[in-house]
């Protein structure tokens, strides 16, 4: 069964910092994996999508990675700002077929200080 | 812009209570979803339709109903309200193509409290 970990749980950082969060699945026959971002009380906003053929994608300040042979990516957000607090979920979609619903991290809370 | 909706936002209810949760798109997408989200934890997928009369129960076992008649709306149903279904309901849909735009968008979600 594929299981979603993200590390660290939380995550404080002063603003301008540079930092790198961490999304291992244990399945590495995945269609895609997207990064999400959730603030408190809200639904989720996709940020970066990587199909498993992809090694990464940019999107502004944020930089995804993805390894799909070791079973990790990662989520660079380059010069951090307080506006980029919130709760970021990794989350994979398990099998090739379009539309397979995906499995979540439990995320990992991000609080950028000014 | 993703153009899903969700209500209500909050819903404080009693034991027993029959509440339905609405969801509507209007990006015309074939899949949705309902996930639940307790705090700290992560979304459990309790149902999802491919489309039109298609619903299937997902990985978390629910004591909900959902039904598909209309492709942009996709509503969940309790019958009996209990405590046990407190948590955040989160409603996502997302394009039916193979490589292009699987992004999943999400709803800003039912806080739903079962005194």
């Known amino acids: 069964k594929q299981e979603v970990t993200q590390i660290p749980a939380a995550l404080s950082v002063p603003e301008g910092e540079n930092l790198v969060l961490n999304c291992s699945f244990t399945?590495?026959?995945?269609?895609?994996l997207q990064w999400f971002r959730q603030d408190p009380g809200k639904g989720l906003t996709s940020l970066l999508l990587?199909?498993?053929?992809?090694r990464e994608q940019t999107s502004g300040r944020l930089n995804a990675s993805l390894d799909k042979s070791s079973g990790r990516s990662t989520l660079y957000i380059a010069a951090s700002q307080p506006g980029d607090s919130a709760t970021y979920l990794c989350?994979?979609?398990?099998?090739?077929?379009?539309?397979?619903?995906?499995?979540f991290g439990k995320g990992t809370t991000l609080s950028v200080s000014s | 812009e993703a153009d899903i909706y969700q209500t209500p936002r909050y819903l404080v209810i009693g034991t027993g209570k029959k509440i339905t949760l609405e969801c509507s798109q209007t990006?015309?997408?074939?899949?949705m979803y309902w996930y639940q989200q307790d705090p700290g934890m992560e979304l459990h997928l309790i149902h999802y339709?491919?489309?039109?009369?298609?619903?299937e129960k997902g990985d978390l076992s629910s004591e909900s109903t959902v039904s598909r008649i209309r492709t942009e709306h996709f509503p969940l149903t309790l019958e009996s309200a209990r405590p046990s279904h407190t948590s955040q309901y989160l409603c996502?849909?997302?394009?039916?193509?193979?490589?292009?735009?699987?992004?999943?968008?999400f709803g800003s979600g039912t806080q739903l409290s079962v005194l």
């Open positions: 996502a849909s997302r394009d039916s193509g193979f490589a292009t735009n699987e992004k999943l968008f």
């Open positions: 399945d590495s026959a995945i269609y895609n």
């Open positions: 990587i199909q498993s053929s992809q």
């Open positions: 989350a994979v979609s398990p099998r090739p077929q379009a539309g397979t619903a995906l499995i």
């Open positions: 990006m015309g997408h074939d899949k």
């Open positions: 339709s491919y489309g039109v009369n298609s619903t």
